[in-house]
């Protein structure tokens, strides 16, 4: 068990060291030159020279992978090219800030929206309600967001004027309820089918069907047995998807003008901001390695039935 | 919670062991009881109607689908034009279609390659050879996985586009041919090769854990024991095992890939014009989503038009990819 | 266009691939198209070209009362790539570092004479014109209370040039300056050509009488910076900036919103406004605006029919943007197959029908242009004659082409900036037009920005479109000579004709205007003539928004401090 937890720890430098070689090489494959990229249109070949110099770009392949390994192990990526000369890092804590609040407002729609609906479902199984709920919900979760986000923008924002069309303006504003509503609902849907799957699960347990044997209230039957033990393996498929969120709010980011971390890689691409961009996903990579890691120990000790060879 | 995410088939199906090949009784079976779900049914015709819209596009269009027609611009649906008319005067109705057939070929590419040929082949490897084969490609998947994916696929598209392109005017301009570029085939294996990151991992998951419990099944040691070459105890003896939850993983990943693409063209990273896609649509009639608003309220039609086929799309393989998980596990949940 | 160089005096500056409003979207912001651009942000593009419109194109002045203070203008803006002035090389950048920070002098709205004194008083040109001496304003003062005198001037000029600012357009700008270039390479952190006269006096010696030497010291590279604010912050200095600018940087929410206060300390009448507050969202302009939460913008080609709609409530708030001096065109590359056959150029100029698609496409958004030289741009001609739409002899023109069978034809790619999105109704129009009229199919492909401005360089395009190109100052030189000169580096079609050449070179040292400009026109009728583009439209994106309790906004094609004279009536 610790030797697992051991070699997880360990084998994860050498995951984030790949990606980071692989990040490396897109870059070098990518065309355009930063020099030229940094200097704009009119510069001539000589100080394209020089700036080629001083960004070092002439060394060796391996100098440079190694010089970037070394600046990314003190915290420094490097600087942007499009951002003129500020630190990577300075620019993405804030995106990356402000596309985490946006994701955790979206789970907490998604949360609130879909256990309460999942479990009713289940509740109601045999009825027409519980189809009418899955399929409702599954309607909305192949929503494309190509029309979400301009209908919801329209109808609240246009029309009834009861919150702002688009910006950002932190946790706690009007700005994010339509962004979140965009994201969270979809998620919804999958928290729906979870929570329905796994309350029926839960219902078909002697213990539930004892408690009601014994004739203990519906209500106490549903909330301190059901909906609890129901809960649990919903609470897992949470950190997932918190995990994969990452990156996964780019058009919406886009539509609603957010400043989060999908745009900013977006605009990375199509600006050849390397620097940036391969910090991006470095960190991203980074996030979803030790996510996994962490779950993968939260269910040894969770449930030592589960053994991890 | 992400764009290209779908319903994740169930981790682990527990494989059901039974004999090779697979008894035809068996599918007639499954067959009859898909056809007992109403919604699943309807959605698979459905499914099936829309893709063969796309594939008889040459067939069933109304008009050309780069011809523009500056006398009629922004037309509302009529005979003429059943959809009506983009800003250039071009028939939504026969951009549509072909931007169907586009969505058509890059699902059927990138599942042949990616999912099936890539991730189906690995996953027996890994499976049955376990050891550090195995471990080689789990972590070969996993650093590729650590990122996130509709951004690597994004990446991909925008750095690999030119090297490829260049690539095939080349062999165009040296064999003679033409057309490599201009109809499409090379955006196609531009988008292939961009979404594989997405595709074969999953599916190579899937397959791995199913081996590594059928390796241990009685006929297949009896198999082993009898001398069968490796290859055929893999593809003529676990394989058909492994079919059902490959089909349930399919169905489900349709619908992300089909998004992916419309993303990607979105961008613009992915089908060049004039050749129509239902993103290139998206993205040209939103202006990449800041005119999306006035659009969706002065010209409803050239946003809807490709909006709903994709909605459609997405929404019925969720549902038939259900029933095939009812249907052919029944036992997993 | 990102990292625009804003060349003025020195040329063209190569404008965003807004080819057309609506086009192709501007690379620099990749996320926003140009319906969300706003207006001001287009002005703020590269252009030194006068303001020639009159100045109450903005809101009508309400009830004769005068201007009044007060209030917080917000409008629509994308995250500066900088907020330091020596850095600065696009728009974005510009249009708020001009409202903030300032210099010698400021490029004002009078053609004849451009150049308006700023925090110098005056100034007086010697030596041959080698030698310029600044006299400064009285009790200038930072907005800090620090006094700004000379020396801090140059201070300023050497640090912009200094290697550890990492300034890409300081060699540009200053390089004329003597001893610029050595602490440019690192050799020296000193400029002799610098010299403090006294506390308010500024004296610039220049390595050649440069006349456009004074135009480049409006752009901020030139611009003066408190020594003891940028030095005692650091790298984050542009976080507390003290400027000598209308307004000072109140606050800085990267992705949020930049929020700018009046300075009390500006040597003028300070600024009406509070606050002015840019919303660095991006998102969907007209919808924020329809929700108060923009006081301007742009109206994009979805938005126009509507807004055109005289019962519609948004119809009072419209008023017309004045073009800005541009002209957008596909471009061919003269010295690659097909297009170095001229009749096969003039035939594609024929085939298309520029009318029909302004009209139908554009909602006459745009104008066809069928010269160069924009109209009531110095030098426009009326004379020059277009190559008009004309099917049947488009065709006859191909026919006598040595590329009218088909097979003989090379493959011809039309290569347009895609950051993405669509490659830019224009284009596939345009093409459409080619393959109806001539039957001429071609491939557009879209690469992005970086691969495009490289391979433009290095004239590996056979044919681009996506791109327009501004004026940097009245003149017709900024067309002609620097577009079409056969050995001018920006000349990216590789055009090249002996006849333009020579009027050209005549013209930089004619000294009679009216013959100076018959020159430029007779090169001009020769390039258009020879089809070495295909001219699309000039001045675009003409119609903007302005809530009605918005005074003063004047739009301007100049990147000029406007936000000063606006007043709020609310």
Partial sequence: MLAYILRRLLWTPVLLSLAAFFVFIMGMCAPGDPAELRLGNRATPERIERERERLGLDDPIPVRYVRYVNGVLKGDFGDSYHYQGKPVLEIIAPRLWVSMQLNIAALIVAVLVGLPLGFYAAKRQGTGRDPAIVISMLILYAMPVFFTAPFLILFFAVKLH???????????????????????????????????????????????????????????????????????????????????????????????????????????????????????????????????????????????????? | MKNSQTFDPPEEMEPKLKDVPAARGHWRNIWANFRRRRLAFISLILVAFIYLLGIFAPVIQTHDYQETNLRRTQQGPSTENWFGTDRAGRDLYTRVVWGIQTTVIITVTSFATGSLLLGVTIGL??????????????????????????????????????????????????????????SGIVDYVVIGIALLPLSWFGMMRLVRGQVLVLREAEYVEAARAMGTSTPRILFR??????????????????????????????????????????????????????????????????????????????????????ALNDVLNPRAR | MRRTFFGMALGLALIAAVACSGDSASPTEASAPPTSTPPAARATRPAIAPALQSKDDAAPSSDGSGPMSGGAFNTLWSDPPTMDPHLVTDGTSYGIVIEVFSGLVRLGSNPSNPFEPDLAESWSISDGGKVYEFKLRKDLTFSNGDPVTAQDFKWSLERAAHPDTASTVAEEFLGDIVGIQDIVDGNATSAEGIEVVDEQTLRLTIDAPKAYFIAKLTYPTAFVLNKNNVESLGRNWTDEPVSTGPFTLKEYRIGQRIRLARNDNFWDRVAYLDEVVFNLAGGV????????????????????????????????????????FAVSYVGFNINKAPFDDANFRQALNHSVDKQLIADQVFSNLVKPAYGIIPPGFPGFSAEIQGLEFDPQLAKDLLAQSAYADVGSRPRIVLTVPGTGGSPGLTTEVVADMWRQNLGIEIEIQQVEWATYIQDLHRGRLQAWSGLSWQADYPDPQTFIDVLFRSNSAINYGGYANTQVDDYVVSAQTEQDATKRVQYYNDAEQIVVSEAAWLPLWWGVDSKALVKPWVKDYQFSSLTIAKLKDVWLDK
């Fill in chain 3, 285 to 324: 302009s007209m919808a924020m605006y329809e929700n108060d939460e923009i006081d301007i913008t742009s109206v994009g080609l979805a938005d126009l029919e509507r807004v055109q709609d005289p019962t519609e409530e948004l119809n009072k708030d419209l008023v017309e943007v004045p073009p800005n």
């Fill in chain 1, 162 to 309: 009861w919150v702002p069309a688009a910006g950002w303006g932190g946790f706690f504003s009007l700005q994010i309820i339509l962004p979140a509503l965009t994201i969270g609902i979809p998620g919804a849907a999958i928290f729906v089918r979870f929570m329905r799957a796994s309350t029926l699960d839960v219902i078909g347990q002697e213990y539930v069907r004892t408690a009601h044997a014994k004739g203990m209230s519906n209500f106490v039957v549903n909330y301190r047995h059901v909906a609890r033990n129901a809960l649990l393996p919903v609470l897992t498929i949470m950190g997932f998807t918190l995990a994969g969120m990452f990156g996964g709010s780019l058009i919406v980011e886009l539509i609603y003008g957010i400043p989060g971390a999908g745009r900013l890689s977006l605009d990375a691409i199509f600006q050849r901001d390397f620097p940036v961009l391969t910090a991006f996903v470095l960190l991203g990579a980074a996030m979803l390695v030790f996510a996994n890691l962490i779950i993968d120990i939260a269910y040894t000790i969770v449930d030592p039935r589960i053994r991890l060879q």
């Fill in chain 2, 125 to 182: 490897v890994a499976g049955y050879f376990r050891g550090w084969v195995d471990a080689v490609i789990m972590r070969v998947g996993e650093v590729v996985s650590a990122f996130p994916d509709i951004l690597l696929i994004i990446l991909l598209a925008a750095t690999l586009r030119p090297r490829i392109v260049e690539f095939a005017r080349s062999v165009e301009d040296s064999t003679g041919m033409s057309g490599l570029v201009s």
């Fill in chain 2, 237 to 322: 003896h676990i394989l058909p095992n492994v079919v059902s939850p490959i089909i349930v993983s399919v169905s489900f990943g349709i619908g992300a890939i089909a998004l992916s693409e419309v993303v990607l063209s979105f961008f613009g990273l992915g089908v060049q014009p004039p050749r129509p896609s239902l993103g290139v649509m998206i993205g040209e009639v939103t202006a990449r989503g800041g005119a999306s608003v006035s659009v969706l309220r002065d010209h409803p039609e050239q946003l809807l038009a490709p909006i709903i086929v994709v909605w459609l799309l997405i929404f019925c393989w969720n549902i038939v990819g259900d």
